[in-house]
Nanobody, 115 residues
């Protein structure tokens, strides 16, 4: 099993920055993929960014150039640095981990971007 604990959400003005953290209960190298998803009210959940065990990353087109996913192996933590935030980025952001063929989810953290 993998437990995921997110932190770092909050309220920020448009153009501002936030960094989300996701701490995993086991070593990152034992997890195939870690990713951030988001879900805005009335919309489907969407993949924001992901990072594989090998370090490859991918991003949604809407966040490319503004968001960066990274990891600290020693802390078993994945980060999502969000810059140049827009009101459209407002959503509940959830951390996910794929390990042993099972998808695990964190509890989610609210990000609100005011105009």
């Amino acid at each position: 099993q993998v437990q995921l604990v997110e932190s770092g959400g909050g309220l920020v003005q448009a153009g501002g920055s936030l960094r989300l953290s996701c701490a995993a209960s086991r070593r990152i190298f034992s997890i195939n993929i870690m990713a951030w998803y988001r879900q805005a009210p009335g919309k489907q959940r969407e993949l924001v960014a992901g990072i594989t065990v090998g370090g490859s990353t991918n991003y949604a087109d809407s966040v490319k150039g503004r968001f960066t996913i990274s990891r600290d192996v020693a802390k078993s933590t994945v980060y999502l640095q969000m810059n140049s935030l827009k009101p459209d980025d407002t959503a509940v952001y959830s951390c996910a981990a794929m390990a042993d063929g099972v998808q695990y989810w964190g509890q989610g953290t609210q990000v609100t971007v005011s105009s």
